[in-house]
């Protein structure tokens, strides 16, 4: 592996986690976001669960539309058979953790029938075949590298707003803002402050 | 045990029926997303060749194409529109050309660029009309030399494009290959590999000399009326190649002077008021001298670091009354586009015949003031410089 | 079935019920695609059309689909359609196609059509769950053009692509409402405004957590978790 591509993948995780941050600034998965980030450590949970269901997931869509879609012209099959492996490989991640880890079932296994519906999951495979293609020979590791720092950038988010969020559950906000709309509001101040990385990651390493 | 298997077969039954509905409106929608798709495409194209209609990409593998060009497309009007790179300051530009079926440019755009002055984004309307004997003539923009004169390149290289795909034949030789080829042809023991020589005495009528590197000879480059003739010379200064017998005459003279001129290092030190940013000073054998300097532009101005921070490093040979011979940059960190026209050989040959009370008649480029001024003070300190050391200053 | 009833069931998706303020669902397309009103309006329609068919198929299959695969069924109903969508529009509005981007097939995993299907379609008649669609369609979009109005006339000084030249020639824009932190702050300002409004009596009870979230059946162990840390 040489230089330039190191380089690259550094670029596509560092743009992934800060720049287009699949949460801040595409809003997918943003239903989990507002849900489950109240308490660091549930946000943790959730963050680790869907950069697992990620790499999976982009693990085996890639090879599906590269192999057999494309190949039997089905592209169109793209949405319905993505989210149906979705599904199934939550459900089959769950009974596997279960059955043979289950430590560590106990401590995800809350949070996966949750992710079957995250869009930022069937988003990620989406975008990864728009993005990279499956022509290319280093398509498949950019797609896997992609959905890592994607994976992240959600974690990140995650965790940074849980932080935030428990002080705003103790303060005295108005009537009409109280719950979500304060939590909307504190929010869009994070994700102002990603939107300042966006020149950093496009001059640091160019 | 029933209810797995009608589980399964629900579901499946639903997934063929989908996929069923899925196939039919798929099969309906293909052709026109094509046509849209394919028209989109097009549009693109017919900025540039407007009376293309349709187009078909080419099979580049097919011919043989300028090294520039990326793609092509013929057009069912009998004209086609050429993608290339073309080489300026910086990342590469994308052109898009057209050119019709007789051979004319209708349009050409600059699809991507990084260029600091901009004008690639205009340039393309002036090569309109243009046709492979004339894109030669075509001015470029002073100041923008590097950048008009790369896309020029690219036009002409989608001209011969056009040439090749209709089934002719075009010189597609890029300028380093044609000078390569020019150096060949008159000196054939040179074994092809060249390096050109910095000119520090004066000759008559040669405007640059290459030597080979396996020091078999030297080729010098002469105008006869406006055209340029290459001159291959061997080792002792004999004229090798079929020349007039004036041209003859007037480069074994040039090739005389050459070879016994020698360069013997000046000792600045001993002068206490030498300029200091002289950095060396030769004698010729002849009494000329060359001087190797560095002098302030836009990177570093004055004691401040302004940009880059490197100076520009120039080289010029002078007579012993300070008339400049010949002038070249080595070296400089100017800013690409802007002040890095100081590297273009046509800005620093400006200076070349010019003297003590002439070179400042070199006119400063707008907007490139600090790199300008600094080169042509530069000039002024290796003018003083001569004078200092023939001990008349 | 009184006429009322019917009425009810088509207007509580404006506002009582409306799937964007009050219940907080489809979130993802709400904040991404009301940059513009053209966009908005698109998406609207667009997740309209594939509540609207999904809702009939899912109350014409509720006596077919056995209760255990009944999730699958939904999401692949419910991705057919999307997909249909998403050819019909590429064909016919590939403007709107460009626009919209990966966000017409995400779609699918927008909480309100998943939601009507397991709370409505899957338990009432074919003529109701049409009326149901149409309702959080209509609902849906309304949001969805709430959000973009304010986002591009204050964001870009301009109405569903036309340029407002009082707003741009004073230079009365405020550019981050179109990008992403603007979209987070309009959406939380508005639904404060409705709450305002119905004086906090709808949302009460649908504060967002499980009660407000589609898979709230289907995920009682996430639920369940949530709410022994409380």
């Not at chain 2, 050429?82 to 530009?93: F, I, N």
């Amino acid at each position: 592996m040489n230089m330039e591509m190191v380089k690259t993948l550094i670029i596509i995780i560092m743009s992934s986690v800060l720049v287009d941050n699949y949460v801040l600034s595409r809003f997918l998965g943003i239903c989990p976001f507002l849900g489950v980030s109240k308490k660091v450590n549930q946000s943790v949970g959730m963050g680790v669960s869907v950069i697992f269901v990620m790499l999976v997931a982009t693990a085996v869509t890639w090879p599906i539309q590269a192999y057999i879609l494309n190949p039997l012209k089905m592209g169109y099959m793209q949405t319905i058979v993505f989210i149906l492996v979705i599904a199934a490989l939550v459900q089959f991640i769950e009974i596997f953790l279960k059955k043979f880890i289950p430590a560590l079932h106990k401590s995800l296994g809350v949070y996966l029938p949750l992710i079957t519906t995250n869009c930022a999951v069937l988003g990620v495979t989406i975008n990864n075949i728009t993005d990279y293609g499956v022509e290319d020979s280093n398509a498949f590791l950019f797609s896997m590298v992609s959905s890592l720092g994607c994976g992240l950038g959600f974690l990140f988010a995650m965790v940074l707003f849980s932080g935030m969020r428990s002080r705003i559950e103790e303060s005295d906000v108005p009537e009409s803002f109280k719950g979500l709309p304060v939590t909307l509001v504190a929010a869009s101040f994070i994700s102002m402050a990603f939107f300042g990385f966006a020149g950093i990651v496009e001059n640091l390493l160019a | 045990m029933k209810k797995y298997i009608k589980s399964i077969i629900s579901l499946t039954v639903i997934c063929a029926v989908i996929a069923a509905l899925l196939a039919v409106t798929n099969s309906k929608t293909a052709p026109i997303i094509d046509k849209n798709q394919k028209a989109a495409a097009n549009k693109a194209l017919l900025e540039v060749l407007p009376d293309g209609g349709d187009f078909t990409a080419v099979d580049l593998a097919k011919y043989t194409l300028p090294e520039s060009v990326q793609e092509a497309y013929t057009a069912s009007n009998g004209g086609c529109v050429v993608k290339l790179t073309a080489k300026g300051y910086g990342p590469d530009m994308i052109i898009m050309c057209g050119v019709d079926a007789n051979g004319v440019v209708t349009g050409a755009v600059c699809l991507s660029s990084n260029e600091t002055l901009g004008v690639e984004k205009t340039y393309g309307e002036t090569t309109k009309g243009a046709t492979v004997g004339s894109i030669d003539d075509l001015a470029t923009v002073s100041g923008a030399t590097m950048t008009t004169g790369a896309y020029k390149g690219a036009v002409k290289d989608a001209l011969n494009t056009a040439i090749i795909l209709g089934g002719g034949s075009a010189d597609i030789r890029t300028e380093e290959e044609i000078l390569a080829d020019n150096l060949k042809a008159v000196l054939p023991i040179g074994e092809g590999k060249f390096t050109e020589v910095f000119i520090s005495e004066k000759l008559e009528n040669v405007s640059a000399i290459y030597k080979s590197d396996n020091d078999a000879g030297y080729v010098y480059v002469t105008k006869v009326g406006e055209e340029e003739i290459f001159v291959g010379v061997d080792a002792n200064g004999v004229v090798v190649s079929e020349v007039a017998d004036d041209v003859k005459a007037n480069i074994e003279a040039n090739a005389k002077i050459m070879l016994k001129s020698s360069l013997k290092e000046v000792d600045i030190s001993k002068y206490a008021d030498m300029p200091k940013h002289i950095d060396k000073a030769y004698k010729t054998t002849n009494g000329n001298y060359v001087i190797e300097l560095h002098t302030a532009g836009y990177g570093i101005n004055g004691d401040k670091y302004t940009s880059s921070g490197e100076y520009i490093y120039i080289k010029v040979a002078l007579t012993d009354k300070g008339e400049i011979i010949n002038c070249v940059t080595v070296k400089q960190s100017e800013t690409d586009g802007v002040g890095s026209i100081c590297a273009d050989k046509d800005f620093s040959a400006q200076y070349i015949g010019k003297d003590e009370n002439t070179y400042k008649e070199i006119d400063t480029v707008a907007g490139v003031t600090l790199t300008t001024k600094g080169y042509q003070s530069g000039i002024g300190k290796a003018i003083e410089a001569v004078k200092i050391m023939e001990g008349v200053a | 079935m009184s006429k009322q009833n019917n009425m009810s069931i088509l207007l509580k998706g404006l506002l009582r019920e409306n799937p964007v303020f009050v219940l907080i669902l489809g979130t993802c397309p709400t904040l991404a695609t009301t940059t513009s009103v053209d966009g908005a309006l698109g998406m609207g329609l667009a997740t309209m059309a594939v509540l609207i068919c999904s809702n009939i198929v899912i109350s014409l299959l509720r006596k077919f689909i056995p209760d255990t695969v009944r999730i699958p069924c939904y999401i692949v109903v419910i991705a057919g359609f999307v997909t249909v969508v998403q050819m019909l529009i590429q064909a016919f509005i590939p403007d709107l196609y460009e626009t919209l981007g990966v966000y017409l097939a995400l779609i699918t995993v927008n909480c309100i059509i998943l939601g009507r299907a397991e709370m409505f379609a899957g338990k009432n008649s074919v003529g109701k769950s049409a009326l149901d669609g149409i309702g959080m369609g209509i609902g849906f979009t309304i949001a969805l053009l709430a959000m973009s109005t304010v986002r591009e006339v204050v964001g870009a000084g301009s109405f569903a692509g036309n340029e407002i030249p009082f707003l741009v020639e004073n230079g009365l824009t405020i550019g981050i409402l179109i990008k992403a932190p603007g979209g987070l702050m309009v959406y939380g300002l508005l639904i404060a405004v409705v709450n305002k409004i119905t004086k906090g009596k709808l949302i009460k009870k649908k504060e967002f957590s499980c009660e407000g979230c589609p898979s709230a059946s289907s995920c009682h162990g996430g639920c369940s978790a949530e709410k022994e840390d409380k």
